[in-house]
């Protein structure tokens, strides 16, 4: 979501899990991989748990959840962590089946969706492209608040590699995830500019001053 405010640099992880035992082993995981970073790993056993620990303080999170818990859970959990100001992802995760759920979950708001079948290195390769991609995204010109566009960040990448004149293959291969989700996207950024065509969106980017972070160059091999 687009804030009217600075924000700051991505500090936090946060799991969302009520499997102990899985959330555990995540949490030491990618603590070992991110401390050199000074990136804080937390781990949560239920959505209240993290929508509490969120509450209390300012660092900027990537929440990775378990989309299938008791109480709140589904889309309705994505929806709700993402309208925290200090979210910047949701990455939706579950073992349920994959191609059923990953279209819900972005469409909800979530910038990824991953299955618990992938193992921690894929989990944490993702991170570290959100955490790649993410700081050159991170400030806005404050005149475009919520009340203009609520685009995620993952969504604004796709509206600049858009303006870079790139087809949906060619942004789903540089960003990693499938074909069918850059089309998500699409709709959902449509949706928001309130316009028809890729063309029409780009302008009305332009004009909002959505385009603003750098794109680097995609290899010629994509």
């Not at 804080?40 to 818990?69: F, P, T, Y």
């Not at 589904?74 to 100001?85: E, N, Q, R």
Request: avoid cysteine; charged fraction near 20%; glycine fraction near 4%.
């Amino acid at each position: 979501m687009i804030s009217n405010m600075d924000v700051q640099p991505f500090q936090s992880l946060l799991i969302i899990d009520d499997h102990p035992i899985y959330r555990e082993a995540l949490v030491e995981r990618l603590t070992q991989e991110f401390q050199a970073q000074e990136i804080e790993v937390l781990g949560a056993s239920s959505a209240a748990e993290g929508l509490e620990i969120l509450d209390h303080g300012h660092k900027q999170w990537i929440i990775l959840l378990d989309i299938l818990m008791p109480g709140l859970s589904g889309v309705a959990s994505i929806k709700v962590f993402k309208t925290k100001h200090n979210v910047a992802h949701v990455i939706a995760v579950s073992g349920l089946d994959e191609n059923a759920w990953e279209p819900r979950a972005v469409a909800a708001g979530a910038t990824l969706f991953l299955s618990k079948n992938n193992t921690s290195d894929r989990i944490i390769g993702k991170i570290k492209s959100l955490l790649d991609a993410s700081p050159s995204l991170k400030v806005l010109p404050k005149e475009v608040g919520p009340q203009a566009y609520r685009l995620t960040q993952r969504q604004l990448e796709v509206l600049q590699l858009i303006a870079l004149g790139h087809p949906n293959k060619v942004i789903a291969d540089y960003l990693d995830i499938k074909e069918q989700t850059i089309k998500i996207h699409i709709n959902q950024i449509f949706k928001e500019l309130r316009v028809f065509n890729r063309t029409q969106a780009v302008l009305k980017a332009q004009k909002s001053n959505l385009l603003t972070a750098p794109i680097p160059p995609i290899p010629e091999s994509i």
